[in-house]
């Protein structure tokens, strides 16, 4: 099962997702309200990343992938090390990208910095092919992130802030159409995205924030909720991808489900 570029987006930008909600329930700067622990975003990066010795693990899918009318999916495994509060997080990830023959692999690096004041700042590289094959090009971006400190915002019960939101700049996915959205026979939908991408999460209710993001590409939304099993933190992200019809040939679903601990 190959994935496409286009593909590649709501799958494994949602396990990385997933990962950030692992780190931030460790610490990670001098403020006054702490992100909440729940996934932030559908298909894009947030600054925070796993670090201080978090292993987590991911898989996730969607239906139908673009310009087909196929299921597919993706795992990862990653680690986290690094103290972004007093120096930076680094979170390395690794990636089937073939859940039948297991046998197409890529990586990605994400390196975070706690800003102070509930702000945070991360730089990444994601699709670095390990194996022959996959149709994905490298993507790099940089990425900016805050929690919202207004009163108004903060969960009584958990000290956390509700509301958050990510703004940043890339290459590769953020900004190349895939062959198909570029094929006038299909989508003709132009050579470019903006560049420029975004997310938004709210907490409607605990451990469940509602999310939306602008991938530099096409709109996406979805909810996401962490949860305990047994000691280990759980969370599941369940979303709709391609809301607009600047890329892709129509809506389609996105999950991905993962878990973290600390060594």
């Not at 930008?13 to 403020?31: C, D, E, K, M, R």
């Not at 003709?188 to 991408?197: A, D, P």
């Not at 607009?244 to 996105?254: E, H, N, P």
Request: glycine content about 14%; proline content about 4%; charged content about 15%.
């Amino acid at each position: 099962m190959k994935l496409s570029k286009k593909y590649l987006i709501p799958t494994v930008l949602g396990f990385l997702g997933l990962s950030s909600p692992v780190s931030a329930s460790t610490p990670i700067g001098v403020y006054n309200y702490t992100p909440n622990n729940h996934g932030k975003s559908v298909t894009t990066p947030v600054a925070w990343g796993a670090s201080n010795n978090v292993v987590f693990m991911g898989v996730g899918g969607t239906y139908e992938s673009p310009y087909t009318n196929k299921a597919d999916g993706a795992a990862m495994f990653g680690y986290g090390l690094g103290d972004p509060k007093k120096n930076v997080g680094v979170q390395v990830a690794f990636i089937s990208l073939d859940l039948t023959e297991w046998e197409e692999y890529s990586s990605a690096i994400h390196l975070s910095k706690n800003l102070g004041n509930a702000d945070a700042i991360g730089v990444g590289v994601e699709n670095i092919m390990l194996t022959d094959g996959g149709d994905s090009g490298v993507s790099y971006y940089v990425v900016y992130s805050r929690a919202s400190q207004d009163p108004s915002v903060i969960n009584p019960k958990t000290n956390k802030s509700k509301l958050h939101y990510s703004v940043g700049v890339g290459k590769g996915r953020f900004s190349d159409m895939s062959d198909a959205d570029k094929d006038p026979k299909r989508g003709n939908k132009g050579e470019h995205g903006t560049y420029v991408f975004g997310n938004v999460s709210y907490e409607v209710f605990d451990a469940c924030n509602i999310v939306t993001d602008w991938n530099g590409m096409n709109l996406n939304a979805g909810l996401s909720k962490s949860f305990m099993l047994g000691k280990l933190p759980f969370a599941a992200t369940v979303g709709v991808a391609d809301l607009t019809g600047y890329s892709g040939d129509g809506a389609r679903l996105v999950v991905a489900g993962g878990f973290g601990f600390k060594l």
